[in-house]
């Protein structure tokens, strides 16, 4: 497992993103905003999000394969992946060898390539949590929107919102850690991490994320149990219920959408795990938030 000082991390993604925020101003960025289309379905070989990403280009190339649309992320452009859109990525050596920053509501991260060309998510920063959430990511929800735009202002729309995007990210870089917070054994840190980067994944385990972090399960779910006070798959179960929830308030996504985009495999398990924590169906839930 690969342990990076979190201090070091901010200031090199801090660094990293200032140069493609100067290039961007200078317009020497491309944009790729894919059209939303199919959100919320599976797909051969995809996944999607509940959050939108946002990504950067550091080396190399990705091929995205997005409903009725592909396209190829060379090294400087950016991109963003709109919420609920399925998508596949292929990592691509050229000149520089694969490197990608990706952005989402609660993390911050640099992609890799392994040598079975498996994208590695390291080094990765959580957002702390805190009161209001990540609220800069709405601009990647506006950024969606350019389409219904007249032609001639569609490129000054994009470069502004992806500009005040960027230094939003930068204020979360920057921004001082909370008082008060527990510091925990750096295997736990990056196990909740991991888990956070991949909870919508529905063959999530306690052996891929051993794996992942050059451990061995049992040693993982040891630890893990000692420091949260849960076996990790029961707290993995309790973070996607929390999403659930959240994705439950929004009244597009239907119940067999929020389970898949929570990380359940069938709608008929999401339904009993989530009663199971909540006491209510999704539905039942859905309809006591607006009966309120």
């Not at 199971?276 to 607006?290: A, D, H, I, N, V």
Request: proline residues 7%; positive net charge.
């Amino acid at each position: 497992m690969a342990v990076f000082s979190e201090d070091r991390v901010k200031e090199d993604f801090s660094q990293l993103i200032r140069r493609h925020l100067k290039r961007l101003r200078a317009g020497r960025v491309r944009v790729h905003l894919p059209e939303r289309c199919q959100l919320h379905t599976r797909q051969e070989n995809a996944f999607f999000h509940p959050e939108p990403e946002f990504f950067i280009q550091t080396g190399g190339a990705t091929d995205f394969v997005c409903p009725g649309a592909s396209f190829r992320l060379n090294t400087g452009d950016m991109c963003v992946i709109p919420r609920g859109l399925p998508h596949a990525e292929t990592p691509i050596d050229l000149k520089r060898p694969y490197r990608v920053l990706v952005v989402g509501q609660s993390f911050i991260l640099e992609g890799r390539a392994d040598p079975q060309r498996r994208i590695l998510s390291e080094p990765s920063l959580l957002w702390e949590k805190r009161v209001r959430p990540f609220e800069w990511m709405r601009y990647l929800d506006d950024l969606a929107e350019h389409h219904s735009l007249p032609e001639p202002d569609r490129v000054d729309f994009v470069r502004s919102l992806v500009d005040a995007f960027l230094l939003g990210v930068l204020y979360e870089l920057g921004r001082a850690p909370d008082a008060g917070r527990v510091i925990e054994p750096p295997l736990v840190v990056e196990a909740r991490k991991y888990v956070r980067i991949h909870l919508n994944e529905t063959s999530l385990s306690v052996r891929e994320i051993a794996d992942a972090l050059a451990c061995t399960p049992d040693h993982l779910s040891r630890q893990f149990h000692q420091v949260v006070g849960l076996k990790l798959m029961a707290w993995i179960a309790q973070e996607r219920i929390a999403l659930a929830k959240n994705l439950l308030k929004e009244t597009r996504h239907n119940v067999a959408e929020v389970g898949w985009a929570s990380g359940f495999n069938e709608p008929s398990y999401f339904i009993r795990v989530f009663k199971r924590y909540t006491g209510l169906t999704p539905r039942g839930y859905r309809m006591s938030l607006f009966s309120k």
